[in-house]
């Protein structure tokens, strides 16, 4: 999973939830046409250790895992923060998390919406938003093969041993 991935998912929720139109931002298309919701990354953070994956027979049959949290922002742009705060509400319910869980990942924190109002020249720009946390979980192949066996000499004369894996 990417974080690009989660923010076309939230878009894509977004649009078939009736809030739309929403966008992943920045892009180089030019914005739509009145209000609309742009959702863009502030950046991702690993938490904790890597979790490290069982030996197994074969290498790398088994995945190491990253767990990240990435901070994604929802903004509501010509907008007074009124879908925002249903957008808020929704995703705090077990529907969203559970379709949330079904794209892979989960919502950790959702933050206050707050007024970011933006003068552009002679004109501003009414824009609300909020930040929420998306946990997600990156692999790698990078597992060891378990050992099934070993031997060692005792006084000159070698001695296999079987491993007992249960």
Request: some cysteine; hydrophobic content about 40%.
């Amino acid at each position: 999973m990417t974080i690009d991935d989660i923010k076309k998912a939230v878009c894509t929720w977004l649009n078939n939830n009736g809030f739309g139109p929403a966008m992943v931002t920045p892009t180089s298309a030019p914005a739509p046409e009145g209000k609309y919701i742009a959702v863009r990354d502030l950046g991702v953070e690993q938490f904790g250790r890597h979790i490290k994956a069982r030996p197994g027979n074969v290498e790398n049959e088994n995945n190491a895992s990253f767990m990240q949290v990435a901070d994604i922002v929802m903004t509501e742009v010509e907008g007074e923060g009124d879908a925002l705060r249903e957008i808020r509400n929704r995703m705090q319910l077990p529907a969203f998390r559970t379709w949330a869980e079904g794209q892979g990942f989960t919502i950790w924190d959702i933050g206050s919406i707050m007024n970011n109002d933006t003068a552009d020249g002679e004109f501003w720009i009414r824009q609300k938003s909020f930040t929420f946390q998306a946990q997600f979980v990156d692999e790698v192949a990078s597992s060891a093969v378990r050992a099934l066996a070993a031997g060692v000499e005792i006084n000159d004369e070698p001695v296999e041993v079987e491993i007992n894996i249960n």
